[in-house]
C-alpha cells in the first residue's frame, strides 16, 4: 500500500506543480488568445533569476518571488512591443514567440551555464514530514501540494466568484459589454498577464528545487503545459486542474510501473480524448 | 406536382440554452415554387435557415429535404441531396480568381477534385462548364480575377453563381441581397427571378421591396414563429403582420 | 536602366547562379560545403511538406519533424540492423512517416490554435520514444554507421555521388510536389483555407480532405527523412527535436510562403546559421530566435514577397512615367 501512497504523493505535487505553471498560459489564451509559446522559458530563467536571488539574499520565499516579478515585468516589455502586434494571427504569435524562446534560453545558457543545478530548499522544508499510517515522505513536495491547493482554490475563487473572473469566463467576445460593467479592459489584460507571467516564473523556482533547472527545459516544460491544457481544454481553469492532476497522476504512476514509457505515456490519453472530444474536458468548440 | 415536397419542416425548435430561436416551426414548400421568408432581424429566421442547411442542428422536429429524414446529416451530406445555398456575409475563396471559385463549386457537386497529379486546367468539361456558370450570373470576361478585384455588388453575383453550380433543385438564398444599393438590388432580383422555374427557391429576407418582387408564397416569422404564411397580396393585407412587421418598417 | 528591369535581372542572375552552385557544389573539394548543400536540399523538401499544410490549407503543423524521424530512424535500424536492402528500406522508410501520419491525423479534427498545440505535443511523442526506447533506437547515442544506399552491385561510394543522388531525389519530390498543388486537389485544398463553410455548402467532406493532406504532407517529410539518413549516415534524437518542426515551419515563411522556391532559400538560411553562423559564434541561438522575430513583424510574405511587392511597385512605377512621359509628348505636338 505504501508505495501507491507514495507515487499518489509524487503525482500530486507534481501535479501542483504543472497547475502553476499551466494555469497562465491557460488564463491567457481565455481572456486575451494569447499563445505564449515562451511559457516554458519563462519558467527557466525565473527558476534561474530566483537561484541567483536566492544565493544573495539566503531567502527562498524572497527567490520565488523575484523570480516571479522579474518574469511578470519582462513579460509585459514582451507583450508591449512583441506579441500585441500578432494578435489576431495565432501563426505568427506562436513563431514569435518561440523566437523568443530560442533568445531566453541562450541567454539563460550564457550567464548560468549548461549544467543542471537544483534550486536549494529552505532548512524547513528539508526532511522528511511523518503523515498518519507511518508513510515518510519529502517535506518539500508535500508542502508544494498544499501551495498548489492554495493557489488553485485562490484561483478557481478569482475565476467564478468576482466580476472580473466572469470576464475571463466569458472569453471577452464582446468589449463593450465588458466596459459597461465598469471594468478597464486593458489594466484587467495587464492584471492577467501579469498574473500568468508571475506564476510561471516562481513555478520556475519551485520546480528547479525538486526538477533540477538544465537546458532544453524551455522546451520541456512548455509540452507538459501544453498536455494539460490540451487535455483539460484551451481557456478553462477547471480544464487546468484536471488536466494536471490527470497528467501528473499518470506521469507518477508512469515512471513506477512502466518506466521505459514514462516520458511519453501521457500522450496517449491526450490522443484518444481529442478522437472523442477534440476541444477537451472542459474546452468549448470553438 | 409530385407528392414529396422539396422541403418539409415538422414542429421543428431551435433553443439555444435558455433563449428560443426558433419554435414549433410546422411547413411544407412545393415543388418549384418561390418562398420567401420575411421578418424583423431577430425574428429567428436566419437560425430557421440555418437548421435547414444543417450548419446547426435543430433541438427537436423533423426537417425532411425530398422525403429524406435529414436531422442527422451534414452540411456536406445534404448539399448531395441537392441543395445549393448561398451566405448572408459573402462567404468566396478569397484567394483563388473567378474560375477556381467556380471550378471548384463543379467540382463539389460531382463529388470530384480527387485527382492529384493532372492539373486542374487541364480538365477541360469542368473548366468548361465554370465559364458557363459564371456566364450566366453575367460575370463572363472576369474569369480570371482574383475574388478581392471584384466590387460588393459582383461578389454577390459570384455568390449566387456558386449556388446554383450543378442545378440544385432546392435553393436556400440567405438575404441575397443585403448591402446592396437600389440599382444593384433591382438588377439581382432579376437574376433571381432569372433562376428556371423547376429550381425550388427559399429565400431568407428582411427588406420587404425585395420579398415582395421576387415571392409567389411569404412566410412571416415573428420571435422565433411563423405568423402568417400564403400569397403575398393576401400576407400584405393580415392586420397581425400589419403590427408587428409592415407596421414598424 | 529602370528599377523593374534591375530587379528582373537581379532574379535571373541569382536563379542561374543557385543552379550553377546545385550542379558545382561538389567540386569545390570540400565536403563540408557538400553535406551542407545536401542537408540544405534535404530539409528544403521538408519545408515544402509543411508548406503544404500551412500555406495550401491553412493547417499550421509542429509535428512534421516527427514524421521525418520515424523515416530517419527506420531506414537506418533495418540498413544497420538488419541489413534490408535499400529500396526497401527507403520506401519502408517513407511508408512509417505515412503511417505515423495516418494516426497523427486524427488532429485534423482540432482547428486553429489547437491544431497547433495538438501536432506539437504529438511529435513529441516520437522524440520521446527516440530517447527512451533504447533497445530500439540507441538512445542518445543513436543509429550509426549507416551505409549509403545500394542496389544490387550499384552502390553510391562517395559523398559526391551521394550528393548528386539527393539532389535527383528533391528535384523529382519537388515536381511532384508542385503538380499536386496544381491538381484538382490541391485547388480544394486552398478552398478550405479560404473558407472551410463555403466548402462544406458545396458538398466537400473537409474533415477527409485535410486528413488526407496530412497525410501526403507526412509522406514528403518522410523522403526527406529518408534521404537524410543516408546523407548524414547518423540518426539520433536530434533528428527527432521540437526544432526540426519549428524551423521547418519557419523556412517557408522565410523564403516566400506558397512558392517552392522558398522553402529552399529559407532552408539556406536557417541551415546556414545552424552549421555555418554556429561554428564562429556561441550565442548562434539567438540569432535563430532574431530570424524568427524579424520574420513575424517585418517580413510575414518571406524574402520572395518582398521580391514580388519590390517589383511590382517598380513596374507601377515605370509604367506611371511612361504615362506620364506620352502625356507630355502628345501635349507637344
Not at chain 1, 501521457?266 to 468548440?285: D, E, K, N, S
Not at chain 3, 485534423?108 to 495538438?118: D, M
Amino acid at each position: 500500500m505504501t508505495p501507491v501512497v507514495l507515487q499518489l504523493l509524487n503525482g500530486l505535487s507534481f501535479a501542483a506543480l504543472l497547475f502553476l505553471l499551466s494555469s497562465g498560459f491557460t488564463l491567457t489564451f481565455g481572456l486575451a488568445r494569447v499563445v505564449n509559446m515562451a511559457h516554458g522559458a519563462y519558467y527557466l530563467l525565473g527558476g534561474y533569476i530566483g537561484l541567483t536571488v536566492i544565493g544573495l539574499t539566503g531567502s527562498f520565499v524572497i527567490g520565488v518571488l523575484a523570480g516571479g516579478v522579474a518574469i511578470a515585468l519582462l513579460n509585459a516589455v514582451i507583450d508591449r512591443f512583441l506579441i500585441r502586434r500578432t494578435v489576431g494571427q495565432p501563426l505568427m504569435q506562436v513563431l514569435l514567440t518561440i523566437g523568443l524562446v530560442y533568445v531566453i534560453a541562450e541567454v539563460a545558457l550564457l550567464i548560468w551555464g549548461g549544467n543542471p543545478i537544483r534550486v536549494p530548499t529552505p532548512d524547513w522544508a528539508r526532511g522528511p514530514i511523518e503523515l498518519p499510517g507511518g508513510i515518510f515522505y519529502p517535506r518539500y513536495r508535500f508542502l508544494l501540494i498544499v501551495l498548489g491547493a492554495v493557489v488553485a482554490i485562490g484561483l478557481w475563487a478569482f475565476y467564478r466568484l468576482t466580476p472580473i473572473g466572469a470576464v475571463v469566463r466569458a472569453g471577452v467576445d464582446d468589449r463593450e459589454m465588458v466596459s459597461a460593467i465598469g471594468i478597464d479592459i486593458g489594466l484587467l489584460f495587464a492584471l492577467v498577464f501579469a498574473l500568468a507571467a508571475f506564476l510561471a516564473g516562481a513555478s520556475g523556482v519551485l520546480g528547479g528545487a525538486f526538477l533540477t533547472l538544465y537546458p532544453h527545459a524551455e522546451w520541456d516544460t512548455l509540452i507538459l503545459a501544453l498536455v494539460v491544457v490540451i487535455v483539460g481544454g484551451l481557456g478553462s481553469l477547471e480544464g487546468a486542474m484536471a488536466g494536471s492532476l490527470i497528467v501528473g497522476l499518470i506521469d507518477a504512476f508512469g515512471r513506477w510501473l512502466y518506466p521505459e514509457a514514462a516520458a511519453f505515456l501521457m500522450f496517449g490519453p491526450m490522443a484518444l480524448l481529442l478522437l472523442v472530444r477534440p476541444q477537451g474536458l472542459f474546452g468549448r468548440a470553438h | 406536382m409530385t407528392s414529396t415536397p422539396p422541403l418539409r419542416l415538422d414542429n421543428v425548435t431551435k433553443s439555444f440554452g435558455g433563449l428560443t430561436a426558433v419554435s414549433d416551426v410546422t411547413l411544407s414548400v412545393h415543388e418549384g415554387e418561390r418562398s420567401v421568408i420575411l421578418g424583423p432581424n431577430g425574428a429567428g429566421k436566419t437560425t430557421l435557415f440555418h437548421c435547414i442547411t444543417g450548419t446547426l442542428p435543430i433541438t427537436s422536429g423533423t426537417i425532411q429535404i425530398f422525403g429524406k429524414n435529414v436531422n442527422r446529416m451534414t452540411p456536406n451530406a445534404r448539399t448531395r441531396l441537392g441543395v445549393g445555398r448561398t451566405f448572408q456575409i459573402t462567404n468566396l475563396f478569397a484567394e483563388l480568381t473567378l474560375l477556381q471559385n467556380v471550378v471548384l463549386a463543379v467540382h463539389g457537386r460531382a463529388r470530384g477534385a480527387r485527382r492529384l497529379f493532372t492539373s486542374w486546367q487541364s480538365e477541360r468539361h469542368v473548366v468548361d462548364q465554370a465559364h458557363a456558370e459564371l456566364d450566366r450570373v453575367g460575370l463572363c470576361g472576369k474569369a480570371d480575377l482574383d475574388v478581392s478585384e471584384l466590387s460588393y455588388g459582383e461578389r454577390r453575383q459570384l455568390e449566387l453563381a456558386l449556388a446554383l453550380v450543378g442545378g440544385p433543385r432546392l435553393l436556400l438564398l440567405d438575404e441575397p441581397c443585403a448591402g446592396l444599393s437600389q440599382s444593384e438590388r433591382q438588377a439581382f432580383t432579376g437574376l433571381i427571378r432569372a433562376i428556371p422555374s423547376n429550381v425550388t427557391t427559399i429565400i431568407v429576407e428582411h427588406d420587404m421591396d425585395v420579398a415582395f418582387a421576387i415571392a409567389d408564397r411569404l412566410i412571416v416569422m415573428n420571435q422565433g414563429a411563423l405568423i402568417c404564411d400564403g400569397p403575398p397580396e393576401e400576407v400584405r393585407n393580415t392586420t397581425e403582420v400589419q403590427e408587428v412587421y409592415l407596421g414598424d418598417a | 536602366m529602370s528599377m523593374a528591369r534591375a530587379l528582373r535581372m537581379f532574379g535571373t542572375i541569382a536563379l542561374v547562379l543557385a543552379g550553377v552552385i546545385l550542379l558545382i557544389t561538389p567540386y569545390a573539394g570540400n565536403p563540408f560545403w557538400t553535406g551542407l548543400m545536401a542537408q540544405i536540399l534535404i530539409f528544403g523538401l521538408l519545408a515544402l511538406s509543411v508548406d503544404l499544410l500551412m500555406r495550401h490549407t491553412g493547417l499550421f503543423p509542429m509535428c512534421n519533424g516527427a514524421f521525418f524521424a520515424v523515416a530517419a530512424y527506420t531506414v537506418a535500424m533495418l540498413e544497420v540492423n538488419y541489413g534490408v536492402a535499400s529500396p526497401f528500406a527507403a520506401l519502408a522508410g517513407i511508408a512509417s512517416a505515412g503511417v505515423t501520419g495516418m494516426v497523427f491525423g486524427v488532429s485534423v479534427r482540432a482547428s486553429g490554435v489547437y491544431f497547433i498545440l495538438v501536432t506539437l505535443a504529438l511529435g513529441q511523442l516520437v522524440w520521446g520514444v527516440s530517447v527512451q526506447w533504447t533497445w530500439l533506437t540507441g538512445g542518445d547515442n543513436g543509429i550509426t554507421n549507416v551505409p549509403y544506399p545500394s542496389l544490387g552491385d550499384m552502390r553510391i561510394g562517395s559523398l559526391t555521388q551521394m550528393y548528386y543522388f539527393v539532389a535527383f531525389v528533391v528535384i523529382f519530390f519537388t515536381l511532384l510536389y508542385r503538380q499536386v498543388i496544381r491538381s484538382p486537389f490541391g485547388l480544394s485544398l486552398n478552398g478550405i483555407r479560404d473558407s472551410e463553410s463555403r466548402m462544406t455548402a458545396l458538398g466537400f467532406n473537409v474533415t477527409v480532405r485535410k486528413y488526407v493532406a496530412f497525410v501526403i504532407s507526412s509522406l514528403f517529410a518522410g523522403v526527406a527523412g529518408v534521404l537524410y539518413a543516408y546523407t548524414v549516415q547518423f540518426v539520433s534524437p536530434a533528428a527527432s527535436s521540437l526544432l526540426i518542426s519549428v524551423e521547418a515551419a519557419l523556412m517557408p515563411i522565410l523564403g516566400g510562403p506558397g512558392t517552392v522556391f522558398g522553402a529552399f532559400i529559407g532552408a539556406v538560411i536557417i541551415i546556414g546559421i545552424r552549421n555555418v553562423v554556429s561554428g564562429f559564434l556561441s550565442g548562434w541561438p539567438i540569432v535563430m530566435g532574431l530570424v524568427f522575430i524579424i520574420v513575424v513583424l517585418f517580413a510575414p510574405k518571406g524574402i520572395l514577397g518582398i521580391f514580388n511587392d519590390l517589383l511590382r511597385r517598380s513596374d507601377r512605377r515605370d509604367q506611371a512615367a511612361d504615362a506620364a512621359r506620352k502625356d507630355v509628348r502628345e501635349a507637344e505636338q
